[in-house]
């Protein structure tokens, strides 16, 4: 089994930057790649960002060139930097382990198994 605690959300205003973390504990061996995933209320669950363990990335178009997926593996953290944050960012945001990353005319990521509690991103001035 593998823990996921979440941590940094919180309340910025519209072009501020903020950072959320992901600590990952337990069978932390079976970690492959890892991501962060959102949800707005009313709205599905989407893709923000995931992160293998040999550095690939996926991003979703809509955070391309404002968000950084990056993760210290010694430390089994993932981290999401925001920059450029919109309203629109504003939703409940998930760390996800144990997902795979497949490449069909690009990479996707598939989320695995682990899902962490969640914590919140408001975006409003």
């Known amino acids: 089994q593998v823990q996921l605690v979440e941590s940094g959300g919180g309340l910025v205003q519209p072009g501020e930057s903020l950072r959320v973390s992901c600590v990952a504990s337990?069978?932390?061996?079976?970690?492959?790649?890892m991501g962060w995933y959102r949800q707005a209320p009313g709205k599905q669950r989407e893709l923000v960002a995931a992160?293998?363990?040999?550095?690939?990335?996926k991003y979703a178009d809509s955070v391309k060139g404002r968000f950084t997926i990056s993760r210290e593996n010694a430390k089994n953290i993932v981290y999401l930097q925001m920059t450029s944050l919109k309203p629109e960012d504003t939703a409940v945001y998930y760390c996800?382990?144990?997902?795979?990353?497949?490449?069909?005319?690009?990479?996707?990521?598939?989320?695995?198994?682990?899902w962490g509690q969640g914590t919140q991103v408001t975006v409003s001035s």
């Open positions: 992160i293998g363990s040999s550095g690939t990335t």
């Open positions: 996800n382990a144990g997902g795979k990353f497949y490449y069909s005319g690009g990479w996707y990521y598939t989320p695995g198994d682990y």
């Open positions: 337990g069978s932390t061996f079976s970690i492959n790649a």
